[in-house]
C-alpha cells in the first residue's frame, strides 16, 4: 500500500514536470507561429500578383501600392492560393450576408470628416442593382474602423489614405485617412479618398494598376478596360473623380 502511494505520487510528479515542459514549449512556439502567419500573408500577397518589389514591410503589416494595407495576423482568404486581382478587383469578396450591412465605426479622431464619410457611403450605397450597403454605427461590433492616421509609409510618397481588402469574407478591416494631408482638398475631394478607400474594403483594385506600373489584376467579369473616370483610379488624391462612374456602378452590380 504504501509502496503503490509513492508510485502515485512518482507518476504524479512526471505528470507534472511533463506539462511544465509543455507549457514551455508552447510559449516558446507562439512567437514563431506569429512568424509563420506573417510569411504566409507574404505569399497571399505575392500569390494576389502582386511583385515582392512593391511590398513594403511597415512593422506589423505590409503596404503594397500605395494605400493597400495587410496586416501580418489577417486571416488568409481560403481561395488565397492562385488568386488574382476583371473593373478590377482582388478575386475576394465581403460575403452575401455582410455585404447587407457592412459597420463602419467612425473613430472620434475621424469624426469632423463625417459629412464627408456619409458622402461616400451614400455613393456606394446608391448603386442600382447592387444590394451592398453600409452604415454607420456608434458602438462595437463593427466591420470597418475608419481613423485619422498621419501616414508617412511607405517613404517618399504623400498617402491620402490607406485600406485593406476583405478576408475571410469581411470587409476589409480597417481605413486610415491622412487627415492633415487632404485638408487643403475641396469637400468632394476628401469625399473621393474615403471612397475611394472603402472601395478597397469591397475589394477593388486600382482601375489604372497597368498605366501605375502595378501588378495585374483580374477583371470584374464583363467590366473591361480603363477608364478615365472611375473613383478607383489611383496615385489622384485630391485631382481624381469624385463620383463613381457608370463602370464603376456596373463592376459593383456585377461582385455585389
Ligand atoms: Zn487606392
Redesign the pocket.
Given at each position: 500500500m504504501k509502496n503503490n502511494l509513492k508510485k502515485i505520487a512518482v507518476v504524479a510528479m512526471v505528470a507534472l514536470v511533463i506539462a511544465a515542459c509543455k507549457k514551455n514549449q508552447e510559449s516558446t512556439t507562439e512567437p514563431q507561429e506569429t512568424v509563420k502567419n506573417s510569411d504566409k500573408v507574404l505569399q497571399y500577397i505575392k500569390d494576389l500578383g502582386f511583385p515582392a518589389t512593391s511590398i513594403v514591410d511597415n512593422g506589423n503589416e505590409f503596404i503594397v501600392e500605395e494605400?493597400?494595407t495587410f496586416p501580418k495576423n489577417m486571416e488568409i482568404p481560403t481561395n488565397g492560393a492562385g488568386a488574382k486581382t476583371e473593373q478590377y478587383y482582388t478575386g475576394s469578396i465581403v460575403n452575401s450576408t455582410k455585404k447587407l450591412n457592412i459597420r463602419i465605426f467612425v473613430d472620434p479622431s475621424m469624426t469632423s470628416m463625417s459629412s464627408e464619410i456619409n458622402s461616400a457611403i451614400a455613393q456606394w450605397n446608391g448603386v442600382t442593382g447592387s444590394t451592398l450597403r453600409f452604415s454607420i454605427v456608434t458602438t462595437a461590433p463593427y466591420d470597418i474602423l475608419i481613423k485619422d492616421e498621419a501616414l508617412t509609409a511607405p517613404p517618399g510618397y504623400v498617402t491620402c489614405g490607406m485600406a485593406q481588402f476583405p478576408s475571410g469574407g469581411s470587409a476589409g478591416a480597417l481605413v486610415r485617412i491622412n487627415k492633415a494631408g487632404i485638408a487643403g482638398n475641396s469637400f468632394a475631394q476628401r469625399a473621393r479618398t474615403i471612397c475611394?478607400e472603402f472601395g478597397?474594403c469591397i475589394s477593388f483594385r486600382?482601375t489604372n494598376w497597368s498605366a501605375q506600373g502595378e501588378s495585374t489584376a483580374t477583371n470584374v467579369p464583363g467590366v473591361t478596360g480603363t477608364d478615365a473616370l472611375s473613383l478607383m483610379n489611383?496615385g489622384q488624391c485630391g485631382s481624381g473623380a469624385t463620383v463613381l462612374s457608370q463602370k464603376d456602378k456596373d463592376a459593383t452590380a456585377v461582385l455585389y
Open positions: 494605400d493597400i475611394h478597397h486600382h489611383g
